[in-house]
């Protein structure tokens, strides 16, 4: 079973940034288009970002867009989400995900898709 593991959460004030990561021990994601997804307490899990393997897309949430961006870097086997300008509104657990069996991003791919998670890391963002 191939298990994500993101990291990088914390505390952080209005305006401050942090830089999510996620890897996948003894497994390479080279091939595979990795979601970002985060949920806040009380709320839906909402997808953020996609990142395609290949074909060099990358989507993103209305909410987070010219905020947050997504890269890969496949030397380290690892997919970033670097997020700037936090808001309160981010403050959520956030979770990668990726569908085995597909390479690139059609779009923000819905959470059904994917076939393997990690398991999440928090973010708050408060003054």
């Known amino acids: 079973q191939v298990q994500l593991v993101e990291s990088g959460g914390g505390l952080v004030q209005p305006g401050g940034s942090l830089r999510l990561s996620c890897t996948a021990p003894g497994f390479t994601l080279d091939y595979y288009f990795i979601s970002w997804f985060r949920q806040a307490p009380g709320k839906d899990r909402e997808a953020v970002s996609c990142?395609?393997?290949?074909?060099?897309?990358?989507y993103y949430a209305d909410s987070v867009k010219g905020r947050f961006t997504g890269s890969r870097d496949n030397a380290k086997n690892t997919v970033y989400l670097q997020m700037n300008s936090l808001r309160p509104e981010d403050t959520a657990v956030y979770y990668c995900a990726t569908d085995l069996n597909r390479s690139n991003c059609p779009g923000l791919v819905p959470r059904t898709w994917h076939t393997n998670w990690g398991q999440g890391t928090e973010v708050t963002v408060s003054s």
């Open positions: 990142i395609s393997a290949h074909d060099g897309n990358i």
